[in-house]
């Protein structure tokens, strides 16, 4: 409630993206271009076991065989995958830094700027303490309150070092929600990626503070595939948010993501996004590349996924959160708000894939758009023949702001079992001029009306945030349609 | 403090405001009258700045300063507020948000200190007492879903909190039942004072019981056609807008 007032404060002095500088340090890079040398290196920069190179060269290979996806309603000049980095490292945090003294300032120089936490006595936003694992290019360089969480049994890690303190974990879960054939970029994660967290809730904890990573893309050329892994195991209970920046760079830069929730029996996953790439200029030029896989599976009865994402930065964003409900009587939820100004693209939505008994899932998808932008809602319920009673309710709502922009719907819907209900709402609007006016004549400039009523129309998934982050994004929306009026 | 002369508006091809003069001076309270469509909600409209209204002719000057060339947020800033007769929905935005948002606003502008969370609320509280307005009205999305009644309420509240110089009432009595049309006639009257000028448009003469204007127009096919005290609007009520209907033909 407070967060609209600090809204209007934020737009009115705070710069069109104020995460776009640059840290100067020396970093340690593998040589340019992909092949099996590329991937020992990774390999063997991490120490890791002989299970793990195998599989990422399984990856490799495969992903030799396939065709980079074009059905996405996104246009991008094609991407030479020979000319980029796929190892950055800060030089001092080689082998991962004991302690925060190990880290080189220049690095918590940044993540203060950024505002993101990394002492434990500092705390976000002053609410509640947060768990913060800092990934900068492509090492995780800090994780915050490992101590305290793992007196409840509760492990929070970068994935390099969960690979060698709790292997027989990651192999039993590793691929096993995104399998390494999975898709072109997911394929190509597998192959090369390099950090990322680790989350294990074990059996019947509730995870006494809210888990965070914040992504940092500093290296120019350079892509970033992380990996994230989060295990609930049976009863548990976690709230975790990612947050991501990156410089302003005139290049386009690939981030191919992958995260892979496991939900088992009773437990509960609450998953938020506040995606804030650097989405390139007014006309088009930089920006990352965004192509993301992220799956939940349902493993259990009653268990629950909630994926909440406010997307507003990025060239192009390419991602279907996606929740696989086996369990009977599991839960998926997907929040979603996807602003696009000036010239950026958003393909993103959700797939639900009903596979137990009263499974129900439920869709809330807000995209915004302005300038040159375009927007598509992409989401596939799937009920299939064992999903007896199950339910889905979606709503698509495209707001349009401009006359530039698009907004695209394609919902399909697959329905194997006769019991089964999806429920589908969709509308398209416009800021109309009387809310606009109303507004201005209170007082409230027209861009601070903007973010108000853009605000409001989002409230019923921006609410779905932990507060921490609410705050945040309620700016975001007024920032990222910074001159899309008038 | 209100000075309009000559003023012709045209909305797209049509001429609606045809010479309309009017003048007001500092605490006082005019009424205009006059029959659907004369152009009484265009009158608001120009003076709050609403784009799509054409002035084509004539001024107006606000405490010596031309109004026109104000973008509507600095007309309110300069506390020019208008009750709009159909108050706009924002679906999403709590009442409470809006308000804060809209005060601090015009706080920032007048170079007063922001209210914080707290500060707001103790404000907001004195006023929403007098209006019969229930917290549970704040919490809702702005005009969405509230009656006929409760969105004049809420007109009449705004009011109170961005404390304007001039404020423009359009048919804020309609749809009352008696009991809200006393509460937002008495509401109103609380927030007369010397420093406030008020130009209410109506159609009926019970709001003007409660708040007894100082002098009454009669605004008819885009021009003020009569001018006269509070007895005016009696006799309109009696006699109905014809003979000025004759004057015009
Ligand atoms: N946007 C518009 N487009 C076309 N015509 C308009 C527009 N706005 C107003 N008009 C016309 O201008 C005339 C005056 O309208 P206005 O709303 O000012 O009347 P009014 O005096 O407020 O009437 P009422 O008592 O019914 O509220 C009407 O004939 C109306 O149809
Ligand atoms: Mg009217």
């Excluded at chain 1, 101590?147 to 492990?155: C, H, N, P, Q, Y």
């Excluded at chain 1, 809330?364 to 889905?392: D, F």
């Excluded at chain 1, 129309?457 to 932990?466: A, I």
Aim: with cysteine; net charge negative.
């Amino acid at each position: 409630m407070v967060a609209v007032k600090e809204t209007l404060d934020q737009v009115q002095t705070v710069e069109k993206y104020k995460y776009g500088f640059v840290t100067d340090i020396e970093a340690d890079q593998a040589p340019k271009g992909l092949n099996e040398d590329i991937i020992r290196f990774i390999s063997k920069k991490k120490d890791e076991p002989s299970w793990l190179l195998d599989w990422r060269m399984k990856a490799y290979e495969h992903w030799l065989g396939m065709k980079e996806p074009d059905w996405a309603k996104v246009g991008y000049p094609k991407i030479d995958y020979q000319d980029a980095f796929y190892y950055s490292a800060p030089k001092s945090g080689d082998d991962g830094p004991e302690s925060l003294d190990d880290v080189d300032p220049e690095i918590l120089e940044t993540y203060k700027k950024l505002g993101i936490p990394l002492h434990e006595q500092e705390v976000l936003a002053g609410v509640k303490n947060v768990a913060v694992d800092a990934v900068f290019d492509s090492v995780s360089v800090a994780t915050t309150f490992k101590e305290a969480l793992s007196k409840e049994g509760i492990i929070f890690c970068p994935i390099s070092e969960a690979v060698k303190d709790h292997p027989e974990l990651v192999r039993k879960y590793l691929g096993s929600v995104v399998p390494y054939s999975d898709n072109f970029f997911a394929t190509l994660n597998s192959a090369v990626f390099t950090d990322g967290s680790f989350v294990y809730i074990p059996k019947g904890v509730d995870c006494p503070m809210e888990l965070s990573t914040y992504f940092r893309i500093n290296a120019s050329n350079t892509g970033q595939f992380e990996r994230t892994l989060i295990i609930a195991d049976e009863g548990s209970k976690v709230s975790y948010l990612e947050g991501c920046t990156a410089p302003m760079r005139d290049e386009n830069q690939l981030h191919a993501a992958v995260v892979e929730l496991v939900v088992l029996g009773d437990a509960d996953i609450k998953y938020s996004t506040v995606q804030n790439w650097y989405p390139g200029d007014e006309n088009g030029v930089g920006g990352i590349y965004n192509f993301v896989t992220k799956r939940a599976a349902c493993r259990g009865k009653n268990s629950k996924v909630s994926w909440t994402q406010v997307e507003t930065g990025s060239a192009i964003t390419w991602k279907y959160p996606s929740c696989i409900l086996q369990g009977d009587n599991s839960v998926g939820e997907f929040y979603s708000v996807a602003i696009t100004n000036n010239c950026q693209q958003a393909d993103t939505g959700t797939k639900m894939i009903h596979l137990g008994k009263n499974t129900s899932s439920k869709i809330i998808a807000k995209g915004i758009s302005a300038g040159r932008s375009q927007s598509t809602y992409r989401g596939l319920v799937k009920m299939m023949p064992k999903a007896e009673e199950s339910r889905n309710y979606t709503q698509c709502d495209s707001l349009l702001i401009g006359k530039k922009c698009g907004a695209h719907t394609v919902p399909y819907i697959e329905s194997r079992n006769q019991s089964a209900k999806v429920e589908h709402e969709a509308t398209t609007s416009k800021i109309a001029d009387d809310q606009l006016f109303y507004c201005r004549q209170r007082g409230i400039s027209e861009e601070d009306a903007v973010a108000l009523i853009v605000n409001g129309f989002c409230r019923d998934v921006l609410q779905e945030l932990p507060m921490e982050f609410a705050v945040e994004a309620q700016k975001l929306v007024g920032i990222s349609l910074e001159g899309s009026v008038g | 403090m209100l000075e309009i002369n000559n003023l012709h508006v045209n909305v797209g091809e049509t001429q609606i405001l045809k010479g309309l003069n009017l003048k007001i001076n500092s605490g006082e309270v005019h009424a205009i009258m006059g029959p659907n469509g004369a152009g009484k909600s265009t009158l608001s409209y120009v003076l709050s700045g609403r784009a799509g209204y054409e002035v084509t002719e004539g001024t107006i000057s606000y405490q010596g300063k031309n109004l026109l060339d104000m973008e509507p947020e600095k007309r309110a800033g300069e506390g020019i507020f208008l009750a709009f007769q159909y108050p706009v929905e924002i679906p999403g935005v709590s009442t409470m948000n809006f308000l804060k948002a809209a005060v601090n606003s015009v706080r920032k502008y007048r170079g007063d200190k922001e209210f914080d969370a707290m500060e707001f609320l103790k404000f907001v509280r004195e006023q929403t007492k007098i209006l019969n307005i229930s917290d549970d009205m704040l919490k809702r999305a702005v005009n969405v879903g509230f009656s006929g009644g409760e969105k004049k309420r809420a007109e009449v509240l705004q009011m109170a909190v961005l404390d304007p110089i001039l404020a423009v009432l359009d048919e804020t009595d309609s749809g009352l039942d008696v009991d809200a049309l006393r509460i937002v006639g008495e509401g109103v009257t609380a927030l007369r004072s010397s420093k406030r000028s008020m130009l209410v448009i109506t159609h009926y003469q019970r709001l003007l019981d409660y708040i007894i204007p100082d002098v009454v127009h009669v605004l008819s096919s885009g021009k003020i056609v009569d001018t006269g005290d509070k007895n005016l609007a009696l006799e309109l009520e009696k006699n109905g807008y014809e003979i000025y209907s004759e004057a015009v033909a």
